[in-house]
């Protein structure tokens, strides 16, 4: 008859000859075989190689042994069942960290075979806009995630919520599926009766910035409130604070815009207007994870000036997830409870996933109509979501936030490099700049040419992109000529979209600007290599290579120094680079 022996199990057996006496840890039966895979195990203090187990990890301990035993996970043997001898067990718990060990390790060689950057990303030949960047860890964590299998967010999501919390000094963070996700949950928040007269009604009025990403501004018309889209800076990317008053009307309850690219909008401004007229003020930092703006106290990570923030994890963003996001509430706790509960279906109760009774009243709340001590799990106070990301995405995210001040210094070194090479030819292209009192976390490097260049939007992309440096529009632009919002109304047929101004700022984004890549898995030889390009952009004009008649010699025109530009050359001496 087979003999069978359990995983986990001590077993000792004879290498060599009976003196050569060797001891492992079972773990697991090749299936069909009668054989196991044994892990080597010795008696005393362990290394980094091996697993430690201690005396309560025992099931049945070996006599005459009291030291740690310690399992070397990675130098197994496999051995035939009737050569083993049987003398002692660990508990199940101990054993799932040896085999967790073994498969980490395994994870990050598969990394160093499969994704190393060395074997992916090695030339410069092409300038991607993003991409992914990860080593080991983050396989790693996917993988803990995996044996964890629990599913739903859990231990990785908690860690993640507590870390971008105390990171960004915020209340309370909430992880959902998106960016997109987020920006609804922000604004749906804001309907919340919780929040008494102050709640958004339908046909409130919301205002925003003509030019970015559409989900910024979607929420406001999914909560069938009025979108007041004032003009963007085409310097900044961002609102033209000018015109905050203009768009003010009795209707107004709420701000939300985004840091344009990582740039910080003019928060002192915004926060000012907001808090003259009792506003709320969502950040959409889905792009300016990292970014600083000045404060009382010092430079302060955007995200934690307004009521509420938002942050998105997918892969071109500062960290990712795969698909991913969350809402920062600053401080209120009324609007924790409303995010909370959007988030989850809508219900009042807020224990987590798996657990149960955290408040202690489960089966005794009186609420409402309802029947006395209806099981609170499935008391609904908001008409609410599943917003909720997985495990494995959070699992992503804490191996990421590790390797978030790198990111940022990286971000922010490209972005210098790229501003030095478009530096040269500040005749031709309007040169982006940081908000004042702001250190951006880039997002991207927006290029926007100067209206007078000899050249359009679309003979310096197609260059670009001919040369494999990606461009990206800078998002949808001027949104009230998308489709999507041509005369949008609102449920009782109303106009569900208001603009202020002329728009010729969001406009001129729209018709002349992009922007190209900073993302960290960029390294400075790329941006040589964009630098490169661009001149050779400018000396085909000055050729007449791109086709534009009546160019004479563009390249040393835009070298030759006008005094305005001696001008602006010594004030970044005095300033520092970044300040202009
Ligand atoms: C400013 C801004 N807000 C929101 C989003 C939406 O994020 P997600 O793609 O995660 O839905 C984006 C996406 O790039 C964005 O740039």
Not at 189 to 216: K, M, Q
Not at 235 to 263: F, P, Y
Request: aromatic content about 8%.
């Amino acid at each position: 008859m087979a003999i069978s022996i359990a995983p986990g199990a001590v077993v000792a057996w004879e290498a060599e000859s009976p003196s050569d006496r060797r001891l492992g840890v079972v773990l697991g039966e090749l299936s069909e075989t009668a054989k196991y895979v044994v892990a080597s195990a010795s008696w005393g203090i362990g290394g980094d190689q091996t697993v430690n187990i201690q005396a309560e990890d025992f099931v049945r301990r070996p006599v005459d042994e009291d030291d740690d035993l310690q399992i070397s996970h990675l130098d197994t043997s496999t051995l035939p069942a009737d050569s083993l001898t049987v003398v002692g067990q660990i508990s199940g718990p101990a054993l799932s960290r040896a085999l967790r060990a073994r498969i980490t390790d395994t994870s990050r060689w598969f990394y160093e075979t499969y994704h190393h950057p060395r074997r992916t990303e090695a030339n410069t030949s092409a300038v991607p806009y993003s991409g992914r960047v990860f080593d080991h860890r983050e396989l790693e964590f996917a993988v803990e995630a995996s044996l964890d299998f629990w599913l739903t967010l859990g231990r990785f999501g908690e860690r993640l919520q507590r870390d971008l919390a105390r990171y960004l000094g915020v209340r309370r963070t909430v992880l959902v599926n998106s960016g997109s996700s987020a920006n609804l949950l922000a604004v749906s928040a804001l309907t919340s009766s919780l929040l008494g007269d102050r709640a958004l009604r339908p046909g409130d009025e919301v205002i925003t910035t003509a030019c970015g990403f559409p989900t910024t501004v979607n929420p406001i018309l999914q909560n069938d409130c009025v979108a007041v889209l004032v003009d963007t800076d085409p310097g900044s990317g961002n609102v033209d604070v000018t015109q905050l008053e203009a768009a003010l009307t009795e209707r107004t309850k709420a701000v939300i815009l985004a840091h344009a690219l990582g740039n910080p909008f003019n928060i002192d401004a915004v926060l000012d207007f907001c808090r003259r007229h009792e506003l709320w003020l969502v950040e959409d930092t889905c792009d300016a994870l990292g970014s600083t703006y000045r404060s009382p106290a010092g430079p302060a990570l955007v995200g934690r000036f307004g009521d509420l923030s938002t942050l998105s994890f997918y892969p071109a963003h500062h960290i990712t997830m795969g698909e991913g996001g969350a809402v920062n509430v600053v401080s209120d706790p009324m609007l924790v409870r409303a995010v909370e509960s959007l988030r989850d279906w809508g219900r009042d109760c807020w224990c987590d996933s798996g657990q149960d009774n955290i408040c202690g009243k489960r089966f005794s709340w009186q609420l409402g109509d309802l029947p006395q001590g209806y099981d609170h799990k499935f008391v609904y106070s908001h008409v609410g979501y599943n917003l909720k990301p997985t495990d494995w995405q959070a699992a992503i995210g804490c191996a990421q936030f590790e390797k978030l001040p790198e990111f940022n210094r990286l971000r922010r070194r490209n972005w210098e490099l790229l501003r030095e090479a478009f530096g040269r030819y500040e005749d031709l292209f309007e040169l982006p700049y940081p908000e004042d009192g702001s250190d951006p976390s880039w997002f991207g490097f927006k290029v926007l040419p100067r209206p007078d260049a000899p050249f359009g939007r679309s003979e310096i992309v197609g260059f670009f992109e001919s040369h494999r440096v990606q461009t990206r529009m800078i998002f949808g632009g001027n949104l009230i000529r998308q489709p999507a919002y041509w005369d949008r109304v609102r449920a009782d047929g109303t106009p569900a979209v208001r603009t202020v101004g002329q728009m010729t700022g969001a406009d001129r984004i729209m018709n002349s600007g992009f922007f190209i890549g900073v993302y960290p898995g960029l390294t400075e030889a790329h941006i040589e290599r964009v630098g490169n390009v661009l001149d050779q952009f400018v000396d085909g004009l000055s050729a007449g290579a791109v086709a534009m008649p009546g160019v004479v010699d563009l390249r040393r025109a835009a070298r030759d120094l006008s005094p305005r530009r001696q001008a602006v050359r010594d004030l970044r001496e005095q300033t520092g680079p970044s300040r202009l």
